[in-house]
């Protein structure tokens, strides 16, 4: 663990999306470390380049200029470790989103225990689930061994058993897989990760690697059968996913070479850093981690030092098809508070499917683009959610990534876009991610354990805004909150909100304050900690908003009306109308 100046490295993050790559520097600035630079270059892992090296290259090309620091040699190659002129890095870590689905086949036992908790397992990296064997699956051995033929999978995840209970089933499931994998070509045997019984770990890589089939063990994910814990399973997926994304995506595993680590997934060093961060903070409401990118939407719940994860192919830029198989127009439609035709929506969004990198360009683009943000980030939450039994979305805070969400047009855009698709209880802050640093933080601490805390507790993020959503069934227009904001100064401001409503608290960006609430006709502040009445408060880029719009949120069914509700919601968040 690094402690001190003397033993202080600088550390290069490289992050390969599917659109942009990023490179990001940290090193030591005042006797801590610090976020130092960032670069951006478009991802070249599409053709005629195919190689994703490529545009980190110019990436570290950019983030030379911007940083004054020179990162490459002559002959364009890492300068690692640092040298005594300054020049180079000591360590650099790479996380990656990029790269086509992964194709996921779980086998377990049991459907509703060991194949479930594997279900959850492949639902927290870049992958999908083709096909799923069970002891309760009737189909003959043949036809499950055609079924894993045809399914083409890069992984098979292999679970089952309590540790010490069953061994036969497991070594079922284990020959089933071993006749399939003996009868495709040697560049396409997929991985193998098995995290089952812990007793038969070594057993099943002994008789897999007779076939040449390499098993990864990791420990139970089902270690009883009440218990379900996947997160050592997911430190290795992430070495496993790292490994095959090395083979698939052109130039990654040279790149890798200069890391000296496999690359991880961008998805679960997101979810490394949430976890971590919710061992510091408040334990009984966690932090919540949301990155809604072009490809994919990742978002990472800890509480007390647990993780529930989920990773899903939708997006604002080719996970656009899969927006339009999950939701009607009328869903992403029903967010306008513009009246775009239907024909023009549709035709903008499979627009958007052959021209991904396109951006919007005018009000009705972007009203259309964040119609399906709303829709993208209220089923992915709600998905987390039923992982978490009797959790509500209070979190405190809420880390947030992804360029539609950060390079938004303002702020208020930014906030009513995650308010109407999360959805948040109680009382949180959001804080935005502008240079995508959260997963990037995640990687570096398999290396450094103390960068992650100082950059975090550093200004490299944006506070955008303390929202209090109180919880209440009255009537539409009622007086359901007080509150009473105290500046630095002593001044106090007092605003009665009503339900259906959004208010806006006069309190400066960075300027502390304190506010004192009264619930009124029976409304619950937060329902993960209902005896808060007052606390102090630092203000965000729009201070302190109070969203008593009622949970869930609910619109009105006639277009018109709803219209107006919306643009009368994005009025309130502007801080030129609010009396200070």
Known sequence: MTTSIVDAESLLAIDIGSVNTRALLFDVADGEYRFIASAVAPTTLAAPLADVSEGAQSALEKLERVSGRRLVDKDYHLIIPAQVDGSGVDRMVITFSAGRELRVITAALLPDVSLESANRLAASTYG?????????????????????LRAGADLIILAGGTDQGATRSIMRL???????????????VPQVLYAGNAALAQKLRDTLAWYQIKVHAAPNIRPDIDTEDLVPAQELLAQVVGKIRSRQLGGLGNL?????????????????IIRFLSQIYDPVKG?????????????????????????????????????????SLEEISRWFSLNIPAGVVRDYLFQKTLTPESLPIDEESLQIELGAARQ????????????????????EPILVGGAALCQAPNPQTALLTLLDGLQPVGITTLILDPYGLTPALGAAAGVNTLLP????????????????????????????????????????????????????????????????????????????RKQVRSFKITGGILGVVIDARGRPLTLPADAGRRRELLAKWAASLNPAKVVR
């Open 174 to 188: 284990a020959e089933i897989i071993s006749l399939a994998c003996r009868v495709m070509p040697s560049d396409r």
């Open 256 to 272: 890798a070479a200069h890391a000296g680590q496999v690359p991880l997934p961008t998805s679960h060093a997101l979810g490394r």
């Open 287 to 327: 932090v919540l981690g949301v990155d809604l990118g072009a490809s994919w939407t990742v978002m990472a719940a800890g509480v007390a030092g647990s993780l529930t994860q989920r990773v899903e192919a939708f997006g604002l830029g080719s996970g656009i098809t899969q927006v339009l198989k999950q939701f």
């Open 376 to 395: 993208i980030l209220r089923y992915v939450s709600q998905d987390l959610l039923e992982s978490l039994p009797g959790v509500p979305l209070s979190f």
């Open 453 to 528: 805390v100082q950059v975090f507790e550093s200004s490299a993020y944006l506070n955008l805004a303390t929202v209090i959503s109180p919880f209440s069934q009255a009537r539409f227009g009622t007086p359901v909150l007080r509150a009473i904001l105290e500046d630095e100064t002593g001044a106090r401001t007092t605003t009665e909100v009503k339900q259906g409503s959004l208010a806006l608290l006069p309190l400066h960006h960075g300027q502390v304050g304190k506010v004192y609430l009264e619930p009124l006709r029976g409304s619950v502040i937060d329902p993960r």
């Open 128 to 148: 999908r689930v083709v096909e799923a064997i069970g002891l309760t699956d009737n189909r003959r051995p043949g036809q499950q061994v055609d079924a894993i």
